[in-house]
């Protein structure tokens, strides 16, 4: 397969995975009169995978494993870490054979549909973070800063550096965005205390009316002026939450799953029996068949499904296929590097709304512990 995101190799490789890839390593030789030099060879490893590690900020997947497969320059046996690195090509074969989960998983991987979903520009003076918001996570693409004058006595000089910092945000923003080859501009959220964003807004709008981009102009009518507190990523946290905000993006899947959360919090206010969260509590929920059609949702981390022991992850993926093909239920796989699967990992990373209320489950538990001391 070719890695098109990270992200989504993070989360289809796991423990005793077999990985073939391409890897870098440094090769010592000594020659005759004992002197010795090194030097890097590429090499194609297979490993049997014995853990991953994920960078969320800089998006860098690393790879360890034990060498299975004899080689030149790596003895059988040894360990050897791998950087997969995006747009390469590797080989994975699944210890425990390919689950329902993991194909869906491939299936986005390669769905190009399931890049940014919208870019975001949280901004203060001279300090401004462009962000790439996807199916799975949020990514800080990159910050654009300049150099502000401390004082605005000489309004010519902060107007300068205003204009500056406006260009360099654009033509930054802009081969991020890679608008010829979009079809149709993604929605794009420009936000920040005061003034600034509208600013921001206006300095592209005039650029745009000089007629020198068809692209910049097409991209007008994506663009949404918020506020938020800060350049921080933290506020645009709270931007995304925001109802005028959701108005917008309604259709974007992030968006469907804060409706959920939204929805399940609410219940779970109300107390209307509708809203269950815990492993067992969510289990028993599913058993009665109060997760199925008529508007049934299973919210599920997808780092249940990176448990280290396989009949864990057999018993997650028994119970999604179940929602699914038996009840007829609607299942979110939420990511954890995004606000709403962090909101869901502190209900223990599953939940559910019920299509009909459960009020006695608590009951029912203490029955089942009553008979098993019997």
Same mark, same amino acid.
């Given at each position: 397969?070719?890695?098109?995101?990270?992200?989504?190799?993070?989360?289809?490789?796991?423990?005793?995975?077999?990985?073939?890839?391409?890897?870098?390593?440094?090769?010592?030789?000594?020659?005759?009169?004992?002197?010795?030099?090194?030097?890097?060879?590429?090499?194609?490893?297979?490993?049997?995978?014995?853990?991953?590690?994920?960078?969320?900020?800089?998006?860098?997947?690393?790879?360890?494993?034990?060498?299975?497969?004899?080689?030149?320059?790596?003895?059988?046996?040894?360990?050897?870490?791998?950087?997969?690195?995006?747009?390469?090509?590797? *080989?994975? $074969?699944? #210890?425990?054979? !390919?689950?329902? @989960?993991?194909? &869906?998983? %491939?299936?986005?991987?390669?769905? *190009?549909? $399931?890049? #940014?979903?919208? !870019?975001?520009? @949280?901004?203060? &003076?001279? %300090?401004?973070?462009?962000?790439?918001?996807?199916?799975?996570?949020?990514?800080?693409?990159?910050?654009?800063?300049?150099?502000?004058?401390?004082?605005?006595?000489?309004?010519?000089?902060?107007?300068?550096?205003?204009?500056?910092?406006?260009?360099?945000?654009?033509?930054?923003?802009?081969?991020?965005?890679?608008?010829?080859?979009?079809?149709?501009?993604?929605?794009?959220?420009?936000?920040?205390?005061?003034?600034?964003?509208?600013?921001?807004?206006?300095?592209?709008?005039?650029?745009?009316?000089?007629?020198?981009?068809?692209?910049?102009?097409?991209?007008?009518?994506?663009?949404?002026?918020?506020?938020?507190?800060?350049?921080?990523?933290?506020?645009?946290?709270?931007?995304?939450?925001?109802?005028?905000?959701?108005?917008?993006?309604?259709?974007?899947?992030?968006?469907?799953?804060?409706?959920?959360?939204?929805?399940?919090?609410?219940?779970?206010?109300?107390?209307?029996?509708?809203?269950?969260?815990?492993?067992?509590?969510?289990?028993?929920?599913?058993?009665?068949?109060?997760?199925?059609?008529?508007?049934?949702?299973?919210?599920?981390?997808?780092?249940?499904?990176?448990?280290?022991?396989?009949?864990?992850?057999?018993?997650?993926?028994?119970?999604?296929?179940?929602?699914?093909?038996?009840?007829?239920?609607?299942?979110?796989?939420?990511?954890?590097?995004?606000?709403?699967?962090?909101?869901?990992?502190?209900?223990?990373?599953?939940?559910?709304?019920?299509?009909?209320?459960?009020?006695?489950?608590?009951?029912?538990?203490?029955?089942?512990?009553?008979?098993?001391?019997?």
């Amino acid at each position: 397969m070719l890695i098109r995101s990270q992200w989504h190799a993070f989360n289809l490789i796991r423990d005793n995975d077999l990985l073939r890839a391409p890897a870098i390593r440094r090769v010592v030789q000594e020659s005759a009169n004992g002197s010795t030099s090194s030097s890097r060879v590429h090499v194609t490893l297979l490993l049997k995978v014995t853990s991953t590690d994920f960078d969320v900020q800089s998006s860098q997947l690393h790879v360890s494993g034990r060498v299975v497969e004899e080689n030149k320059y790596v003895p059988l046996g040894g360990f050897h870490t791998i950087d997969l690195e995006l747009n390469r090509q590797f *080989t994975l $074969s699944k #210890a425990d054979g !390919w689950d329902s @989960v993991a194909i &869906e998983m %491939l299936k986005e991987a390669v769905d *190009t549909s $399931s890049r #940014a979903e919208l !870019w975001a520009v @949280v901004m203060q &003076e001279g %300090l401004a973070n462009i962000c790439s918001i996807t199916t799975h996570q949020t990514v800080l693409v990159q910050r654009v800063a300049t150099t502000m004058p401390k004082k605005r006595a000489q309004s010519s000089d902060y107007d300068k550096s205003i204009a500056k910092f406006h260009q360099t945000l654009l033509d930054t923003l802009l081969r991020h965005l890679d608008l010829a080859n979009q079809p149709e501009p993604k929605p794009l959220l420009l936000a920040s205390p005061g003034f600034l964003a509208q600013n921001f807004y206006n300095y592209i709008k005039t650029v745009a009316d000089t007629g020198t981009s068809k692209q910049l102009t097409a991209l007008l009518p994506a663009i949404t002026v918020t506020h938020s507190s800060n350049a921080h990523l933290s506020s645009l946290a709270e931007v995304l939450k925001s109802p005028a905000i959701m108005t917008k993006l309604r259709n974007t899947r992030f968006a469907r799953e804060t409706q959920l959360l939204d929805q399940f919090y609410e219940s779970l206010r109300k107390d209307d029996g509708k809203a269950w969260y815990g492993p067992k509590e969510v289990e028993k929920c599913i058993e009665k068949g109060a997760v199925g059609r008529g508007g049934g949702v299973l919210l599920i981390s997808n780092d249940l499904f990176r448990a280290k022991d396989v009949k864990e992850r057999r018993k997650w993926v028994a119970l999604v296929d179940k929602v699914k093909e038996e009840e007829g239920g609607e299942v979110r796989v939420l990511s954890s590097a995004h606000e709403s699967g962090k909101r869901l990992e502190a209900l223990g990373g599953i939940a559910a709304i019920l299509t009909f209320p459960i009020l006695e489950l608590d009951e029912d538990e203490h029955e089942d512990e009553a008979m098993d001391g019997d």
